[in-house]
């Protein structure tokens, strides 16, 4: 029996060496396919909607095509982990690819902007299960002391899907039309599911009570609440707006009930007795800074490498590879460091320690800047997120039972969407305003004009302005972007403190007794006829 559940899972014994057989590897490939369509999808839409909005129509509209993605992927996250807690990974799993072609499909044949937002929202619901399907079926397949190295390799994934998003995107709506941006899901996500299908074995779970239909209702209203707050707020409305004010008093009303009702809930969507290992928590706040700072870079340097760089849209994507391609390599060495030798405390601190260098260099950037400065800068801070990426969902998974193992992976993918939400609000509303004074300060009225409607100028319109309002433009975005990256570098501070708090529980491969601080150290046991 023992030989048996060894060849299902993947688990070796004490004395072996782990062995992954030809099976378990197969399902990676199907969950690395899952994890890039949830990354790429964004970055292929995003360089598209110039296209879309020309045939479409409904420009007023066009935030909505990624705020209804974003909301609807940011509330199905917790669900689907529960979910898959409850009733079996493969089935939550397989359920949400399905939902994410089905809405790709939809997206791809909409006619007008209404039908694309809603048909984008389909689209997130799934969205919303696949990384958290990917990262827990790895939590149920992978013994602890393996996991560092496969989730290393998703970090990998999503770092490559940030490269090549815009680049793929492009080439599809330049040669086939915006729709394929959709369509392209189609091909691989077929694939995925077939292989899920085929070839992933794990037990079948039926769970005795229903689902949390109230803490559902809460969270997702409480999540909406803050998306559109970080959304809205400084762009939409004004921050001291009263549509602002309503949404942060729902949101805050709904989390406070949510709280209160997961203490007495029978099967609570997010049971609140995980938050009382210390490493988990501390995780969450990691990984939401962790989102804070990483697309904050990602909107920020491109913006700065094309008004003051001259960059073109398309060399702006490929000058962000040192930051994407040190987060690739250190992401992979933390993994494979962490196979090797068990444990992983170190990461935490040097990516914290690195993370703060690194945004606070970029906060040194001006108008003379050069780019192989601005790439060595910029590879520092990838090093720092490359240390932290995976090694927080890891740690996380580490942190509870394996009954929670969908859970908590959920809860570390909303901690880090949050932040991202949060981070690209507060970073943008401090960029827009530096950059409102700059302009002011040195091109008077006429640069004031000239940023009214958006502090975010595009090549043609950057192109029309006049030399003297050029220069001045180009000095607003590198004070913009120095306020920005110097919050960044505050922001992450925590990271570093957190990470010295980090209990260090040793990551074994082969079946272990279970510890009070680690309950998931225990191997995972699934039986499945070969």
Known sequence: MADTEAAVTGQGTPDQPEKQPKSVRVVLLALMIAMMLAMLDNMIVGTAMPTIVGELGGLQHLSWVVTGYTLATAASTPVWGKLGDMYGRKGAFLSSIVIFLIGSALSGMAQDMGQLIGFRAVQGLGAGGLMVGVMAIIGDLIPPRERGKYQGMMAGVMALAMIGGPLVGGTITDNWGWRWAFYINLPLGAVALALVTAVLHLPKKRAKAGIDYLGVVLLTVGITSIVLVTTWGGSEYAWTSARIMELIGIGVAALVGFVFWQTRATEPVLPLHIFRSRNFTLMSIIGFITGFVMFGATLFLPLYQQSVQGASATNSGLLLLPMLGAMLVTSMVAGRVTT???????????????????????????TGTTRLTSGIYMAVVGAGMGCLMQITMLVAQNSVQMKDMGVASSSTTLFRTLGSSFGVAIMGALFNHRVQDVMTERAGALGSKATEQSAQLDAASLAKLPAAAREAYQHAVSAGTHSAFLLGAAIAVPVLIASLFVKEVPLKGGPQKPSAESADAAPVQMIEAV
Do not use: H, Q, T, W
Request: glycine share 14%.
């Open 340 to 366: 090797n030798s068990g444990r992983y405390k170190v990461f935490p601190i040097v990516g914290g320690a690195l993370m703060i260098v690194g945004l606070y260099l970029l906060s040194l950037m001006d």
